[in-house]
Every structure is written in C-alpha cells, then in structure tokens.
C-alpha cells in the first residue's frame, strides 16, 4: 500500500477547508483515510492552518510521501526542522515557528498601511 499525505476537501461550495490526511494513494481525494494530521483554511485571512509535526514525523518515517501542497504548507510552518528536532530527542516547541512571527509582522504591516491610506485620505479633504 502506497501512502501518501494529501488534503481532503471539507466546507460547502467555493468555500472550502481542508483536512490534511494520510490515505492510500488509490483512494479518491475525499474518501476513505486513515488518520487525521491538521487542517488547512485558505478563506481565513491570513490562512490558517494547523499541523501535527510529531504524527507527520512519524508517518514520514514509515515511507509516506507528501504532496506538494502540505510540502508547500510545512514550509511556511517551518514543520520540517520540528520533525528533525522530534527526531532529536528535542521538544518540538523547543523550534521557534517563524511563519507565526511572519504572519504577526505581516497583519501589523498592512494594518500600518491601511491607517496611512486613511489618514492620506482624510488629509486629502
């Protein structure tokens, strides 16, 4: 049984959430799987999404492969260097996430630039 780490699709039409599953390959993409490891929510701004490194962790190494999605998400949660500290013998909260820091710094710089397109706009009255 080939395994692989993919999104399953959840929510209603054009809004969509995703569950982040591990499944046999062969299975559709909203079918049968068999453990549940996060979520994603790309309609929330900033998207939110939530990963379980220890369990990935450990399907990882018994020969599952990720898709190109979840890579592309545990990239921007910096899970990877949990997995590798899990791996260690280290906590995994001991790895500072720092898509959590890029996320805080990007809300608090467009919330700058909003206020000064509306302080542009008023003085501009």
Not at 22 to 50: H, I, W
Not at 95 to 110: H, I, L, Q, S, Y
């Amino acid at each position: 049984m080939a395994v692989k780490i993919r999104l399953a699709r959840g929510g209603r039409k054009k809004l969509a959430r995703f569950r982040v599953v591990v499944t046999d390959s062969r299975s559709p993409r909203d079918g049968r799987f068999v453990e549940t490891l996060g979520y994603y929510n790309p309609q929330a701004e900033p998207a939110e999404y939530k990963l379980n490194a220890e369990r990935i962790g450990y399907w990882l190494g018994s020969g599952a492969v990720l898709s190109t999605t979840v890579k592309n998400l545990m990239k921007k949660d910096n899970t990877m260097a949990k997995i590798e500290a899990i791996e260690k013998g280290l906590a995994a909260d001991a790895v500072e996430t720092k898509a959590v820091k890029e996320r805080g710094v990007k809300a608090k710089a467009r919330a700058k630039k909003k206020s000064a397109e509306a302080e542009a706009t008023t003085d501009s009255e």
